[in-house]
Nanobody
Framework: QVQLTESGGGLVQAGASLTLSCATS????????MAWFRQAPGKEREFVAV????????LYSDSVKGRFIISGDNAKNTAILQMNDLKPEDTAVYYC???????????????????WGQGTQVTVSS
């Protein structure tokens, strides 16, 4: 049984940093693209970042590029999202997701992701 479990969310002030982790089990970590999505109140869930060893792709949304860094710890089967210079508009529930796709053009699309975590809340105060 595949499980993705996020942790590391919380309440911080604008300009602070947070590190989110997504611990995985039941899948071969290095064979999956690992992504982060987020959903703010009243808004649709949106793509944040993804890395894929199989396609060699690391992608970010324009809104987080230069502030967030996505990575993976193979030894711990964990995806990590380092979030720096947080802004109030980053407030959302953050979800990690895993996809077996090898098509780079699909990596930003939620429909490519079969496995999802339960989400972790990030709140940034101004």
């Amino acid at each position: 049984q595949v499980q993705l479990t996020e942790s590391g969310g919380g309440l911080v002030q604008a300009g602070a940093s947070l590190t989110l982790s997504c611990a995985t089990s039941g899948l071969t970590f290095t064979r999956y693209a690992m992504a982060w999505f987020r959903q703010a109140p009243g808004k649709e869930r949106e793509f944040v970042a993804v890395f894929s060893r199989r396609t060699g792709s690391t992608l970010y949304s324009d809104s987080v590029k230069g502030r967030f860094i996505i990575s993976g710890d193979n030894a711990k089967n964990t995806a990590i999202l380092q979030m720096n210079d947080l802004k109030p508009e980053d407030t959302a529930v953050y979800y990690c997701a895993a996809s077996a796709t090898v098509i780079s053009s699909q990596l930003r699309s939620q429909s490519a992701y079969y496995y999802w975590g339960q989400g972790t809340q990030v709140t940034v105060s101004s």
